[in-house]
């Protein structure tokens, strides 16, 4: 197309048209050149027309979809693939837009199905493995996502991507021990991504392994170099490391973690929960109330919170309250044990 001169290419050709209005090849072609402008409203006019008098134009059908998928016209795009797919069982291309225009609404079961087919023709595709596997956790599947996980990473031991995915999918899986094996890997590789060592951690602290946790979330913490695109990772490192100081025993240390993690957050209710948790350890009785009401500001169903101030209202013999916040917890969830038990102490206490 004149070398990709598109704007000289979109002249000729329209010239072409209004000589002969009859020509499908023409109008693709032209449509191709208004896709490549950004023009993709007129494309699809193009394109649409050259289908008009070629219904069997495969090529023009994928491109039309691929500048309705830019639109964000996904349904249409997905008309577009199947009609692909009708002419040409075969086409891997019109699978894998298909299954990508699938996956934009939310229908990831065939989406599945689609870059599965996509799979058949292309098994060593590793980036199709891996929407795939995104996919499958969608849908509740890791194991199934694990599997196409492994096959990336024994193509490639050093995609760093397919590593941490792979991590995070062991984690899921309840298999810290292989998650933090991933991860040494991961951080080997890249030994500054401040989220690896964060992960690293939190695997660390569900095996209790807490000294080591702290460690780690330490290291999070030093590795971030961006207050602002890194203040995800900040806020949590800080939270969690707090946990794993106050099982180790330090309060005093944990609530200033927790402190931190609010003061970079202020609408984190975790932070506020965890807080609150600290200084009732601490016999903070009276902060410990204003952390876990903060709390329940931002999330009203914030069971822990709750509980917390359920205890505490017990503890001050304000047994109303007491059961008010119990029967709160057992309206969000009805199984919560401890919640029905305090629940029943207070009715039994407050009728004495």
Do not use: W
């Amino acid at each position: 197309m004149l070398q990709g001169n598109f704007p000289e290419a979109h002249q000729q050709l329209t010239a072409a048209i209004d000589l002969d209005g009859t020509n499908a090849l023409d109008y693709h072609n032209r449509g191709s050149a208004q896709l490549k402008l950004g023009e993709y409203d007129k494309a699809i006019e193009d394109f649409s027309r050259a289908i008009d008098l070629r219904p069997d134009l495969k090529d023009t059908l994928l491109t039309r979809g691929r500048a309705y998928s830019r639109l964000h016209r996904f349904l249409a795009a997905v008309d577009d693939f199947s009609r692909v797919i009708d002419l040409d069982p075969q086409n891997c291309d019109a699978y894998l837009e298909r299954g990508y225009a699938l996956y934009y609404v939310s229908r990831l079961r065939e989406a599945i199905r689609d870059l599965s087919q996509v799979l058949q023709m292309k098994p060593d595709d590793a980036d199709v493995l891996l929407k795939r596997a995104e996919m499958f956790m969608q849908t509740g599947n890791p194991a199934a996502a694990a599997r196409d996980i492994k096959k990336v990473v024994a193509m490639q031991p050093d995609k760093v991507d397919a590593l941490v995915r792979l991590a995070i999918v062991l984690t899921q899986l309840g298999k810290p021990e292989e998650a933090i094996a991933v991860f040494d890997t991961c951080i080997a590789l890249e030994p500054n991504m401040a989220l690896l060592h964060h992960n690293r951690a939190l695997n660390l602290q569900g095996l209790c392994r807490d000294e080591e946790a702290v460690q780690g979330f330490s290291t999070a913490i030093d590795a971030c170099a961006d207050p602002i695109d890194d203040r995800p990772v900040i806020i949590n490192a800080h939270i969690y490391r707090g946990i794993s100081i106050g099982r180790l025993g330090d309060h005093e240390a944990a609530h200033a973690d927790f402190t931190k993690a609010i003061e970079e957050s202020p609408d984190n209710g975790f932070a506020y929960t965890m807080r609150g948790c600290s200084s009732l350890e601490r016999g903070e009785v009276d902060a410990a109330r204003a952390d876990f009401e903060a709390a329940l500001r931002i999330d009203p169903q914030n069971k822990v919170a709750l509980y917390q101030r359920a205890f505490i209202n017990f503890e001050d013999r304000d047994f109303r309250r007491a059961v008010e916040d119990c029967d709160a917890i057992l309206a969000i969830d009805p199984t919560m044990k401890m919640a029905r038990e305090l629940r029943a102490r207070a009715l039994r206490e407050g009728n004495t």
